[in-house]
DNA sequence: CTAATAACCTAACGTTTGTTTGTCTAAGAT
DNA sequence: ATCTTAGACAAACAAACGTTAGGTTATTAG
C-alpha cells in the first residue's frame, strides 16, 4: 500500500528546521524588508532557490514562522497564568511571562513585534488574526481584575503590552535579566505615581 | 558683490518641503525599508532622480526628516514641561504632550519610532544621538520626580516611552483623541494596581 | 539683453531583489 | 537490484531598487 506515515517528514535529514531558525532570527532582529531570501539561505546554510522547495513565497515563509511564534508564546503564557493563584497574581505572571519571552533570543516570538503592519499586505489578515488569538489571553486576565473606575482596560491591556514589546529595543544581554525587567513593570503598576 | 542672501532658499517655488513631508509620511507609516525613493518622488509629484538634487542619498534624506522631527518634537515638549507647576506635573504634562506628538499625522516624529535601528547603519549612530537628546528631557523630569524606592527611575522612563511609542500601532482617529489616550496612561500610572 | 544657475526632467546605469527552471543525489520502497 | 522521489544545487530570470548623467526651463543678477 501507499505510505502508511500520515506524517510530514519523510526524510530524516531535511533542513527545514534549519530554515524556520533563520528566518525567525532574522526577521525578529532586521525586520521582515530587511531581511532578504538570500540572507535566509545563507545563514540555514542553503541556496536562495533552496528555501522554494519548503515555501512558496517568503510571505508564506514568515507565516509559517509566525504561527509558530505564536503558538510558542500561547503554551508558555498558558503554563505562566495557570501557576497564578488569583486574578491579580495571573495578571503579574502574565507579565513577567510575556517579557521573557519576548527577550528569549531562541524564541521566535520576536517575530510578532519585528514585523511591521503592511510589510506583507496579502497574509496581513492571517497575522493579525494570530496575534489577537494570544492578546485575548490578556483580554480576559485583565476583566477578571479589579481595577480603579478611572482606568479603562483596554488601554491599561495596550499600555502594558506596548511597554512589554518595547524592551526589544532598548534590552542588551548582561544588564538586567529579562525576569527582573518583567518584575519591574509590575512594581512600577503597582506603585501609584 | 556676491550673494547677499546667507539663508538657504534662494527660488521661490523649490519643492524641498513637499520631498521632506513626503519622506516623512512615508517613512513614519511604512519605515525605512519599505519606503522607495520612487514612492516619496510619487508622494512629492516629482521624478525620482530629482529628489537627487536636495540629497545626495537616502540616508541624508532620512538624517534631515529625522533632525526635524526631534526639533518639532523637543519643542512642543519644552513648552509642555513649561506648562507644569511642579515636578510631578511637568511630567505628565510631558506624557501627554508625547502622546499628542506621536499621534499627529501632521508631525514628523513618528519617523523616530517608526524607523528600525539597523535600517540605516551609517548614520545609526547620528540618530541616535539626535534621540538620545530629545529623552534626556524625560531623564530630567524623571529624575525630580519623588518615587517609591522600588521604582527604578530608568525602567520607568523606558516604560513609558514604550507605551507611548506603542500607540501608533493600534491608534486610529475617530476613536479616542490622542489627548485622552495620553490623559489615560497617566492616569494608569497613578493609580495602584 | 545676456550669462549664470537653481530646480527640475528624461533616461538610463548597475545592483539587488524574489522567484523559476532544470539537474543532480542519496535514501526509502518494492 | 531497481525505481521513485525528497531535498537539495547551480544558474538564471524579470522586476524593482538606489543612483547617476545629461539635457531643459525659468528665474535672477549684472
Redesign the interface.
Known sequence: MASANPNKQQRSHSRLKAVLDAGAMLFA???Y??TTMRDIASQAGMQPGSLYYHFASKQELLQAIYEIAVEQAQSRLDEAIRSGKNP?AKFEEAIVCHTETMLDQDNYARVMTGV????APEIEAELTTLRDGYEDSFRRLIRA?K??S???RK??R??????????R??YAPGGKTPRQ?GL??V???????
Open positions: 532582529t532586521r525586520g524588508k530587511a491579580q511591521l503592519p503592511g510589510d481584575l481595577l480603579p478611572k482606568v479603562d488601554m491599561l495596550l499600555f502594558v503590552l506596548g511597554a512589554i514589546n518595547a524592551t529595543t532598548w525587567i519591574q513593570i512594581e512600577i503598576l503597582k506603585q501609584p505615581l
